[in-house]
């Protein structure tokens, strides 16, 4: 099935129902929002590298999930699956992946309950804003389309409250969510919840009459403070998603050494057993038997070689904690060094800032070496493994044809 095709019959089919009479007052739930949601559950998408099948799965669910809003806002998750359902079994899809998307669009009912990872991106995608740049934005159109909607203007003070509980209920899904948006997430709900104190005293009591030049330094100096506060929580961020992203790679990469050298044991065990018994019988093959033979195990070696670990030492000295030359955060630099030893450059380390992110730097910048290491060793073995596959079986065949 060709689900990137499927996948822009869906978006053709999603986009007329925006323009329709019945969503005059979805200021919140409309296309900006679908967009933004399809957006973002790409993103987690790619991240988490998801099949052709589940990517098609996590998108459509994604178009979809609002759509009940023009016809009954009231179910509006239950109409969302009801129409993806329809459409995709018109269109001839499976009820596997039908009841996937469907699974997808009601696990953004709040409370957020996802099953399994798809809806988990999903649900994460939904509620994107939350932990996003544009969440003050978004937060005032969901209040004026409930307004729009109960026919009556919500305080302000009310749906803070509202949103603050909503925000301290919600937690996002996906790790990778979680990394991006908890932070900022955390910062938004901290100044809602700071406002909605600050407006509590200003109602119990008169406030005294302060000097201007104080409560515009206080001001200011917050204002610093929180200004700070920022590029910190991103950088920390930067950090663990890109090592995360490493770690991800690196797996992606052991499992491809792994398949490259199962398959060339399968076909070493194979020649072996079998085809060398018989080349008395059959010269004729005794040159591309070889050749295959040589082929598989060059093959399984670099495979082998992309997955061999490489251990240092284990040993730093105090010069190395001096002149911040050592990373501590990775275990072949301290796993000979006493308990004691490490815990004197860790405190040490985490006492200065210069010293802990150049450790981050550098915990990085390994964990690009070796990947780039492993991604370079199994490149060749693929390239070995592929060459030398068609050209073993061109000799096999043309061993074949000389023996006639």
Request: with cysteine.
């Amino acid at each position: 099935m060709n689900y990137q095709l499927l996948a822009n019959q869906v978006q053709q089919y999603v986009s007329p129902i925006f323009n329709t009479v019945n969503g005059d007052k979805l200021f919140y739930h409309n296309r900006e929002h679908t967009e933004a949601v399809v957006k973002a559950a790409t993103t987690i998408a790619n991240h988490y590298q998801l099949s052709e099948r589940d990517f098609f799965v996590v998108i459509t669910a994604a178009w979809f999930h609002d759509i009940g809003y023009y016809s009954d806002p009231s179910r509006h998750e239950e109409m969302g699956a009801e129409q993806a359902a329809a459409f995709l079994q018109a269109k001839g899809v499976d009820d596997a992946t039908v009841n996937a998307v469907k699974g997808c669009i009601l696990a953004t009912k709040l409370p957020q309950r996802p099953n399994n990872l798809l809806e988990q991106i999903v649900c994460d995608a939904d509620l994107f804003h939350l932990g996003g740049d544009n969440f003050a934005t978004r937060n005032k159109l969901m209040r004026k389309e409930a307004s729009a909607r109960t026919g009556k203007k919500i305080d302000k003070d009310e749906w803070r409250k509202a949103t603050i509980r909503l925000m301290e209920q919600h937690h996002y899904n996906t790790d990778y969510a979680r990394l991006l948006l908890n932070d900022k997430k955390q910062e938004i709900l901290d100044n809602l919840k700071k406002k909605d104190e600050e407006k509590g005293k200003h109602v119990a009591i008169s406030t005294p009459k302060e000097s201007p030049v104080a409560t515009t330094s206080s001001a200011n100096t917050a204002a610093k403070k929180q200004k700070e506060e920022r590029p910190n929580r991103g950088i920390e961020t930067m950090f663990r998603i890109s090592s995360n992203n490493h770690q991800r790679l690196s797996d992606m990469a052991d499992s491809k050494a792994h398949i490259m050298i199962s398959t060339n044991s399968i076909i070493i065990s194979v020649l072996l057993s079998v085809l060398l018994r018989k080349l008395e019988e059959y010269p004729n093959y005794t040159i591309p038997a070889i050749l295959l033979l040589t082929v598989c195990v060059i093959a399984m070696v670099f495979s082998i070689l992309a997955t061999r670990p490489n251990i240092p030492a284990g040993t730093f000295t105090q010069n190395d904690i001096d002149e911040q030359k050592v990373n501590l955060l990775f275990f072949g630099n301290f796993y000979k060094m006493s308990l004691q030893d490490y815990t004197g450059g860790m405190l040490r380390m985490m006492n200065e800032r210069d010293f802990l992110y150049g450790s981050l730097i550098r915990d990085l910048y390994s964990q690009g070496v070796v990947l780039g290491r492993k991604y370079r060793l199994l490149r060749v073995a693929y390239n070995v493994f592929m060459f030398g596959i068609v050209v073993s079986v061109i000799a096999f065949i043309i061993a074949a044809l000389l023996k006639r």
